[in-house]
Each structure stands twice: as C-alpha cells, then as structure tokens.
C-alpha cells in the first residue's frame, strides 16, 4: 500500500513553467514504479508519463514532443513533472500513480493521489 499525494498544481500561462510533486509517506515508495496520468474534462483520462522504481527508465505519451520530464528522488519519497511550454490542451486534472508493475500507456495503476488541478491560459 501506498498513499499519494500531489501537489505544484494551478494556473499557468501557454509557454510558461510548471512542476507537479507527488509525496509519499510509506519507506517502500523507493520499490514502485510510478507515473503520471491526466484527465481532461469531457475527456477519459489518459497517460502522460511513466518512471522506474531506481529512476534508471523513464516513459511518455507521444503528445509530450519532450515538454515535460519526469524524474524521482527516492530520499525524499517523491516524483516530479517539469511542464515546460504548457498548451491550453493541457489543462487538467493531473493524478500521480505507483504500481510494482511498469506504468506505460495501457496500465491501469493499482495506488492513485487525489489529483491536482492544473489549467493553463492562453
């Protein structure tokens, strides 16, 4: 078992910055596989980044085109997500995710956080 939770998120203008953290309380944060997945409104909710468990494999949605990185730091029993160049099509709700398992495009993740909100103005 694993507990989660985001937060960076909120209001941010197209082509500016933004970074997501996800926090966890448990010490074998450091043994999941984990990720980030979004969902817009009106839309299912979808994939958007993926890291190994010892940060060594990291993985993306195609519609990233490399705006966004994803990285760990397993002292801190936290992950990250650097939006670079946020689009208006990025606005969601962003949801940070663990599973033992690799978390890709077509992995439905065992442990999700609460969600953040991020919107990005135009």
Not at 29 to 35: L, M
Not at 51 to 79: L, Q
Not at 81 to 106: F, H, W
Request: charged letters at 20%.
């Amino acid at each position: 078992q694993v507990h989660l939770v985001e937060s960076g998120g909120g209001l941010v203008q197209a082509g500016g910055s933004l970074r997501l953290s996800c926090a966890a309380s448990e010490r074998t944060f450091g043994s999941y596989n984990v990720g980030w997945f979004r969902q817009a409104p009106g839309k299912e909710r979808e994939f958007v980044a993926g890291i190994t468990w010892d940060g060594d494999g990291a993985f993306y949605a195609d519609y990233m085109e490399g705006r966004f990185t994803i990285s760990r730091d397993n002292a801190k029993n936290t992950v990250y997500l650097q939006m670079n160049s946020p689009k208006p099509e990025d606005t969601a709700v962003y949801y940070c995710v663990a599973d033992q398992i690799l978390v890709r495009v077509g992995v439905e993740p065992e442990f999700w956080g609460q969600g953040t909100q991020v919107t990005v103005s135009s």
